[in-house]
């Protein structure tokens, strides 16, 4: 696994040594790259209309996306630890069903 400490060197993404995040935020912004890449994903938009969306460079976009996929494993161990975060605060997060 590729972690954000690894030499590679990201000219769009930086650590943030004050979250308990160890995955990249975009420079500047309170926003992680797996949020870039994860809304791409989830509405089915391109590269472009995400950098659109985000006011962010495509360059920027297509380097979340780069670092989203060579770290997935890091990605998936922080989601599993905040859901149960949120679960052991009761917190639901399954959608309700309308009846």
């Avoid at 630890?81 to 399954?94: N, Q």
Wanted: aromatic share 8%; proline share 4%; net charge negative.
């Amino acid at each position: 696994m590729t972690t954000p400490t690894s030499k590679t060197q990201w000219q769009y993404l930086e650590s943030r040594p004050d979250s308990w995040r160890k995955q990249l935020y975009m420079k500047g912004r309170k926003l992680t790259a797996f949020t870039v890449w994860s809304d791409m994903i989830v509405n089915e938009m391109s590269p472009e209309e995400v950098a659109d969306s985000k006011d962010l460079l495509i360059a920027a976009v297509k380097e979340a996306i780069a670092y989203c996929e060579t770290n997935r494993e890091l990605l998936e161990l922080e989601a599993k630890a905040e859901r149960r975060y949120l679960e052991e605060r009761g917190i639901d997060l399954e959608p309700k069903i309308a009846h």
